[in-house]
């Protein structure tokens, strides 16, 4: 979840990881540790960088031992484990051999959050809809963030963007013209010169 919720993969695309797809860096631009990730979907390889919150998750499922047999190698998992046949995952390893669907939506239950407001279930896909509005809220360009998650604008703005308020400039959307002051005569009626020049005459005595 932490993994998810930092970079903004798709379900599909976080299944594809192998170890040798994550590289970690520290980023130029910002001078943070990040994950760079080479993500290979339906469209082919793209490329995405994580934020700083997905390192040490990835840290941890690297060191974490794993059954020696299972997804991708040769032997049985339970075979495996019933020997005590444990080594750390190498570069052709599946970060995410299975997706732990049970756990996470335990995990929901327990928050009271199983559902949205709107009464829709929560899935995996939620996690990349969360790294995609959090980033909306800290400010980040659209643009930016739609190149990074392998998607388009317009879709971030119909699906992710529409119902954060902070997309709305309240200082554009109540802006009111100045009204124009109004003009004085050019021309003064002969009785208001009249007591003018009467004023003066008075002031002079």
């Known amino acids: 979840m932490l993994f998810s919720a930092n970079t903004g993969l798709r379900p599909d695309e976080a299944r594809r990881l192998q170890f040798r797809d994550v590289t970690i860096v520290v980023d130029e631009g910002s001078g943070q540790t990040i994950l760079e990730i080479e993500v290979r979907g339906k469209r082919g ?30 032997g049985s998992r339970v075979e495996s484990m019933a020997n005590g046949e444990w080594h750390k995952p190498g570069p052709s390893d599946l970060i995410f051999p299975k997706w732990q669907r049970e756990l996470f939506n335990a995990i929901l239950h327990e928050e009271n959050m199983r559902v949205d407001r709107d009464g829709r279930p929560r899935t995996a896909y939620s996690l990349r809809h969360t790294y995609i509005c959090l980033r909306l809220l800290e400010g980040a360009d659209i643009y930016q963030i739609a190149k990074n998650c392998r998607t388009s604008v317009e879709m971030i703005e119909k699906y992710y963007a529409a119902h954060l308020k902070t997309q709305l400039d309240a200082s554009a959307i109540n802006k009111m013209r100045r009204k124009p002051k109004k003009k004085q005569s050019q021309t003064r009626t002969r009785e208001e010169d009249t007591i003018k020049s009467s004023v003066l005459n008075c002031g002079r005595k």
Do not use: D, T
Not at 49 to 60: D, H, I, N, Q, W
Not at 67 to 73: K, S
């Open 45 to 74: 390889v793209g490329y995405c960088k994580s934020m700083p919150g997905a390192v040490l998750p990835f840290e941890r499922l690297k060191a974490r031992l794993r059954p020696a047999g299972g997804p991708g190698r040769n």
